[in-house]
């Protein structure tokens, strides 16, 4: 059992909840809230589980357990180092964050309830790997994720958005 206040898991479990429980008696102008929210939920649930998995490893270089825990590169360092030891999943979730900020700002857009099934489908694929992919991942790994973002950035590539 877990010490924490919250499990980041939780956010997937609402999302089921809000979209097998609640979606059919809400009223039709909240549903794309709904589906939204969802997705916002779903990122969340699997960048927050990540995080805090790969914040267990051992991480001697305190400037990079700083960026992981506190910054907005975590997203992309995250992201990068499961691509490293897993490309698919680290796929999943880069396709997630873009499908995350299309929920959270593209608001003049209707977002479409596949995007939602495509959403809870990915992460129940990453969920069942988060553990096998976490118990691979070295310091070395995250270090050359780190390095790999910084990169891109200097070439005008910058990995997400600011958000």
């Known amino acids: 059992m877990s010490h924490r206040a919250f499990e980041p898991k939780n956010f997937y479990d609402l999302a089921t909840h809000v ?5 059919n008696i809400i009223p ?6 709904a589906d939204r929210t969802c997705i916002s ?11 805090d998995k790969v914040l267990t490893l051992p991480i001697r270089n305190a400037e990079l357990k700083r960026l992981i825990e506190r910054t907005n590169d975590a997203h992309a360092i995250i992201a990068e ?3 490293i030891i897993d490309v698919d ?3 999943f979730i880069v396709n997630l964050r873009t499908l995350r900020n299309f929920a959270d700002y593209e608001t003049s857009i209707a ?10 489908k990915i992460a129940d694929e990453i969920f069942s790997k988060l ?4 118990s691979k991942i070295k310091e070395p790994d995250i270090v050359l994720a780190w ?3 910084q990169r891109k950035r200097q070439k005008g590539r910058f990995y997400f958005g600011a958000t």
Request: charged content about 25%; glycine content about 2%.
């Open 19 to 23: 979209k097998n429980q609640l979606f």
């Open 28 to 33: 039709n102008e909240l549903k794309q809230a």
């Open 41 to 51: 939920r779903i990122y969340y649930a699997v960048f927050l589980s990540f995080r």
């Open 81 to 83: 180092t499961i691509r």
């Open 89 to 91: 999943i680290g796929d």
């Open 111 to 120: 977002l479409s309830p596949d995007k939602v099934a495509y959403a809870f």
């Open 131 to 134: 553990d096998m992919i976490v």
């Open 147 to 149: 390095n790999k973002m």
